[in-house]
């Protein structure tokens, strides 16, 4: 039997994606982009808009947003000064698998592991803050021993942590409802190795592609082949920064007709081409 | 499978056994005792020494010293202001069953599994006072949720902490190497709840009872009969704070021929009767 302190070794090896400080710049605007990591925003300076499913909430100094896993979002800076935060992006994976009694007993699991989660908002105590700027020191640090171990550690503390302050205080919890919604965003997910098309995903949710793309629209203010694309273009920047897959591959991977129009269609959503992306991800711009 | 999560939670419920600040006034003396359980003295004031297996150590403001298991070790404020340090005491068998692998690499580790560790000196960090600090911050705590999870995961970042810290600087390990002592100590745990004599634990040994106590003295400082009350008595103390048992079935269950002459042995190695011990752990004196 392994233990707990083995799994915090070795197991979850990718567990964290990323965990960094960031500014970002007035005028800035990135997404609309979705992905299957959790990501989370500590603002300590400034505010910043982020529109998730189609709502926009503005994040002030003080406060944390949670996005949920394949939520659709984007950034967008109207304040006329910089906004600081911790940023990071981890797997829901990690806590997949865990028993209904602790999912039940500790709350922010409970969000995770609801497919119906889009967003949570809160206020962050001082205690949260230092967590989340322990895995971000242990997630850039190039020297010392044990960071990864650490740093999962402190993903751990930070679900209690989350835990504890959601039954105390002030939040706002965004969920999706429409069961129609959640299908095809699942189906689109399980198929991201293909060419789908709107009718594959009507097909497969039983109704028309009419009714399919009015509901779709209604719900996340974006249209299905939107939503496809930029789930593809999400799987792409997670290849291009995480792999060693070259442009053609990846294009190919996500059924795209010809590596020209990959790069389009990517430079379409994130207003950069993919070599770029990879650029300014090496540098963290 | 369990989660690691769910074994946050669930699993090794009694991992800490106790974890707070703690303040000696001068001339405080305590022990000999020893225990299973891996002992952590944080000193954040003053000074104190600490006899360990015969040696004495003076543990100064800035040092840690931890305890491994079964070791006999004492406490004597010879200095002339009080002493406050944090105090920890953690179950060594969570980290029995972790893999070959893990234990090479994370440095403290293999001391806690190494039954030929006798202490550990070290000067600590801020961010390991942090951690200790958080570990009884949890422990103690009436009101909060997940405490208990909570205190665990900063259980296993101290081994991290620990382990990186350790293979950093300046530190003092002692080890007991003489197989016959280790022998007999062992042999004296598994044999708690009977009546041990000298010459059953020589018989075990396979050698002469004789030979069995000059080596044990050499080696440990005490006499067998010492250590085997000594054991006892660290056995009892457990029992009086963290069960429900009566006095009389605790001087039973150790193979005491009477209450009374329990109550004497107690008194001879604690200085107090177990009822006042367990008056005063009830009030932390």
């Known amino acids: 039997m392994e233990s707990t302190i083995g799994r915090l070794v070795h197991r979850e090896q990718d567990m964290i994606y990323n965990a960094l400080p960031r500014t970002l710049q007035p005028g800035y605007n ?15 300076e400034g505010e910043c808009d982020i529109v998730v499913d ?35 992006h981890f797997q829901p994976d ?17 969000y995770i592991t609801d497919e119906h989660s889009a967003y949570l908002l809160l206020p962050f105590s001082d205690r ?19 960071c990864k171990p650490l740093a999962k550690i402190y993903i751990y503390e930070m679900v209690f942590l989350l835990s504890r302050e959601i039954s105390q205080g002030y939040r706002r919890i965004f969920v999706i409802e429409n069961p129609l919604a959640i299908k095809a965003i699942q189906y689109i997910n399980d ?22 793309s ?17 789930a593809k273009v999400d799987n792409a920047m997670r290849w291009l920064t995480g792999t060693d897959l070259t442009m053609a591959e990846i294009a190919s991977k996500l059924g795209f007709s010809s590596t020209q129009y990959f790069s389009t269609v990517f430079k379409r959503y994130t207003r950069v081409t993919p070599g770029e992306y990879k650029d300014m991800s ?3 711009i």
């Open 191 to 212: 198929h991201m190795e293909e060419k789908i098309m709107l009718s594959d995903v009507a097909a497969a949710c039983h109704v028309t592609a009419r009714h399919l």
């Open 282 to 284: 090496e540098k963290d």
């Open 54 to 88: 189609g709502e926009t909430i503005t994040v002030r100094t003080g406060e944390m947003m949670v996005i949920f896993s394949h939520m659709i979002h984007s950034f967008h800076m109207r304040s006329r000064r910089p906004a600081r935060f911790l940023q990071m």
């Open 214 to 230: 009015s509901v779709f629209k209604d719900i996340t203010n974006i249209t299905v082949n939107d939503y496809i694309n930029i």
């Open 94 to 110: 990690s806590f997949s698998g865990v028993e209904a009694d602790v999912v039940r007993d500790v709350k922010f699991l409970s």
């Open 30 to 44: 990135f997404g609309p982009h979705c992905h299957k990591n959790v990501e989370v925003c500590m603002m300590t």
């Open 128 to 146: 949260l803050r230092d967590c989340v700027e322990r895995i971000c020191m242990e997630m850039n640090s190039k020297t010392e021993e044990h």
